[in-house]
């Protein structure tokens, strides 16, 4: 990994809250990213969900490049999003009530633009899955690649650990 990580909202929850059962792992990954100076990059999306129960100032914003959601990043996102919503329409398990544009699809438009990200980290399942459409479905392929980061980070990133 030698480019910057977009980092989504459920990343935040669990690195702030160390009773989180996934917070010794996601806490490893903001390890090794400040480590190896791997620019980590929040979204203004991301900033405005973890807002909805959290205060800014809780997030680690010295450590981030902030990356707001611009229109080049709206147009694709409107692209991404019709292909899930059509991807909906033949399978009901993917469960989304209105055609608006998620933020998921959002998030994913800015690491696809972004050069300078190479990848996107979250525990969102529904995100994993939503990745997982658009990365059969869009020609070309995205151009970022999604870490779940429920796994641990040396075996994601094919790393020694850390401590």
Known sequence: MNSGVLLDTSFFVRLLKENDPLFENVNKFFRYFIKNDIKMYISTISIAEYCVKG?????PLKNLFILPFNINHAKVAGEFAKVI??????????????????NDAKLFAQAHIENQISHYCSSDERSMKLYEILKSEIKPKLSFTFINIREPYNHVLGVLPID
């Open 55 to 59: 205060q800014i100032d809780e997030l």
């Open 85 to 102: 919503y059509e991807k909906r329409k033949q399978d009901d398990k993917i469960i989304l009530e209105r055609p608006l544009v998620i």
